[in-house]
C-alpha cells in the first residue's frame, strides 16, 4: 500500500476462502478488524475524545465533497468509521454487511483499500506522535 501498489495489496489481504459464504465471513472481519483499529487510533489521536478529529472527503480535484455526495465505497467507509468511532459497532457491522450484499466486486476492493489506507495513514501519525498503536499493525509497518 505504501507504494501505491493497490493489486498487490488487495492479493496479499483477500481471503483465502474460495467459496462465497467463506469469502464473504472473511472479507468481513478484515474490514471490521481494520475500522475497529481505525476508530482506536482515531481516539488516540483525538486525546481519547477531548480534541475532535475531523473527517473529510474530497474529489480528484482535492475539493471538499459532502459525505453523501462521495462514491458508494467512500461513503461506505466513512459511515462505517464513524459508526465505530462513536461506538456503535453494530451500525459498524449494518454498513460493512451492506456492502459485501450490494456493492460490485471493485466497490468492495475500494472499501477494503480505503480502510488500508487509513490504517496506514493513521498509525503512521500514531507512531509519529509517540502514541500507541497495536502491535500487528505497528509489525506491519516495520516490514
Known amino acids: 500500500m505504501r507504494l501505491g501498489q493497490d493489486d498487490e495489496a488487495l492479493d496479499q489481504v483477500m481471503p483465502s476462502a474460495v467459496d462465497e459464504p467463506g469469502r464473504t465471513a472473511e472479507m468481513r472481519e478484515l474490514m471490521l478488524l481494520l475500522f475497529g483499529e481505525c476508530s482506536a487510533m482515531v481516539s488516540v489521536l483525538g486525546d481519547g475524545g477531548s480534541a475532535p478529529v475531523k473527517v473529510q472527503v474530497f474529489d480528484e480535484a482535492g475539493e471538499e465533497v459532502p459525505i453523501d455526495?462521495?462514491?458508494?465505497?467512500?461513503?461506505?467507509a466513512v459511515r462505517t468509521l464513524l459508526a465505530e468511532v462513536h461506538g456503535n459497532t453494530e451500525a459498524a457491522e449494518e454498513q460493512v454487511e451492506i456492502a459485501l450484499a450490494s456493492a460490485a466486486p471493485d466497490e468492495v476492493d475500494s472499501l477494503v483499500l480505503q480502510a488500508l489506507r487509513w490504517t496506514i495513514r493513521?498509525?503512521?501519525?500514531?507512531?509519529?506522535?509517540?502514541?500507541?498503536?497495536?502491535?500487528?499493525?505497528h509489525d506491519a509497518l516495520a516490514d
Open 69 to 76: 455526495e462521495a462514491d458508494p465505497p467512500v461513503r461506505t
Open 122 to 137: 493513521l498509525s503512521t501519525e500514531c507512531l509519529d506522535r509517540d502514541l500507541p498503536v497495536t502491535a500487528w499493525v
